[in-house]
Every structure is written in C-alpha cells, then in structure tokens.
C-alpha cells in the first residue's frame, strides 16, 4: 500500500503541470486578450496604413511569390498538376506554418528580458506572456490563411472540405511552440548567447523544412532525416488540408500531439521551477 501511496503522489506531482496547462490559458484569458491585441496595435501604431498592412503583407508577398516562382523561374511542384500558380500557393502554404513557428521561437529567449517590469510583480503569472506571444503570431498567420483560401477560390471556384480541419493540426503544433517558449525564455533570461543561436538555428530549419519542396522530392535517405524534422508534418498536412484535400498524413497526428504535450509540460515544470530567480539575474 505504501508503494502504491508513492506511486499516486509521482502521479499528482506530473499531473499538476499538465492540468496547469490549460488553466494557465483559461484562468488569464482576460489577461492575455488585452495584451495580445494591445501588442498586436502597438506593432501598426503611428504607421499610416495602421492595422490594414496586416492584409497588405500577405497579399504582396504572395503576389511576389506567384510572379518570381510561376513566371520568371517558371517552377513546378514536384507530383503537382504543373499549374503556373501552384508552386506559389503550395509555398506560401508552407510558409504560413513556419512563419508562425519562426515569429514564436525568435522571441521567445527575450521574452522575459524584454518585460522586466513583470518579473518584479510577484502576482503577475509570467508564463501567461508565452501565450501572448503565441495569440500576437496566430493573428498573424490567420490573416495570412485567409488570403491563401480567397486565392484559392478565386483560382478555383471552391476549396476543400478538409480546410476545416486545420485548426485541429495546428493544436499540437501550439503545444509544441509553447513548451519551446517557456523553455527558451527561462534560458534566455541565463544565458544571453540564446537569442543569437536560435536565430541562426531557425533560419537552417528553414531550409531543412519542406516550405519550397516537397519531402518526396529529397533522396529516400535525406527523405527519413527529413522525416525527424517535427515541422515536416505540419507543413505537408497543412498542404493536403488547405490545397490537395487530402487526409493521408494524419495518421501520425496522434503521435505528434502527444510528443507536443510532453514538450509542453516539459516546458512548464522547468519555467515555473527557475522563474524564482529571474529576479536575482536581471
């Protein structure tokens, strides 16, 4: 009985971090709201279009996108239809995810740093400010994801029904820039060489990510290298949901939500057991 005892307290003290999760979203939600749309604001304020370069951006990069890939390299997707417009849409698809994940990861060693007002407060809950930094990004790509799926009416008269499932692939994902955030801003906050090795390493993920080809194109060596990269299936998925209609690669979506979840919490035990010495650091 006595080790069955120890047993249900090693329980509790896991589960603790994992219910801690979600109440950290609900229970600051209001909290969260406002300085999300109050950084989301600051980030357009004094400029003359304001809030209107958040559809801006996206319209002209994809335009850009479509011109340099479809007319003047006159690219093709491999095992695409060979659409002039294709391999821009397919790519910007791409990109939507990874510029998520990339706003999410770049801030994220400096994302104690830059708030040192909020250290002092010993009531201010610090870990909410990762989801406000995950709110302030998801705005981004929603605006991005709207003008993606216009495009693709506009080419094609009708999008896939299995658009509608994209907002369930990107909760995993969530979780999985989540844990990285809460990891990378207590570290950042020790060592200040963080910021600058994990720019240089999200500007390689880049290239090692399927954002301009596809996994299918890569020799079948590199191909299970590729495979290792946890943005791949996001990208490729975030493809067959949004383009091809296709369900193929979700098999591994249990997979994937439970390697996010263990990162997640991973993430907060270690925030919440060195954020007591933040103040001692800054």
Excluded at 182 to 203: E, K, N, Y
Aim: hydrophobic share 55%.
């Amino acid at each position: 009985m006595a080790e069955i005892g120890i047993e249900m307290q090693k329980l509790k003290r896991f589960g603790r971090p994992l219910t801690g999760i979600v109440p950290s979203l609900t229970r600051n939600r209001n909290l969260i709201r406002q300085m999300a749309v109050r950084e989301i604001v600051a980030k357009y304020k004094g400029s003359l279009l304001g809030a209107l370069w958040t559809v801006l951006t996206p319209i002209l990069m994809l335009s850009v996108y479509t011109l340099v890939f479809s007319v003047i390299f006159k690219s093709r997707w491999v095992g695409g239809s060979g659409s002039k417009t294709e391999f821009a849409t397919l790519m910007f698809a791409g990109l939507i995810v990874f510029n998520f994940f990339a706003e999410v990861i770049n801030r994220a060693p400096r994302l104690i740093l830059d708030n040192p007002n909020y250290v002092k407060k010993v009531v201010f809950p610090l870990e909410a400010l990762t989801w406000v930094s995950l709110v302030s990004a998801l705005f981004g790509a929603g605006i991005s994801l709207c003008v993606l799926l216009v495009f693709q009416i506009a080419l094609n008269g009708m999008l896939p029904w299995t658009f509608l499932l994209f907002p369930i692939l990107l909760v995993p994902l969530v979780l999985l820039a989540a844990g990285l955030t809460w990891f990378l801003a207590s570290l950042g906050v020790f060592l200040r060489d963080v910021s600058q090795a994990v720019g240089i390493l999200v500007s390689v993920l880049m290239f090692l990510s399927p954002v301009f080809y596809p996994s299918e194109a890569l020799p079948p060596k590199l191909r299970v290298l590729a495979q290792l990269n946890p943005l791949a299936f996001y990208i490729e998925n975030t493809r067959d949901l949004l383009i091809w209609g296709r369900l193929d690669g979700l098999h591994l979506y249990p997979y994937h939500l439970a390697v996010s979840l263990i990162v997640a919490v991973a993430g907060l035990i270690w925030f919440r057991r060195t954020r007591h010495a933040f103040a001692d650091v800054m």
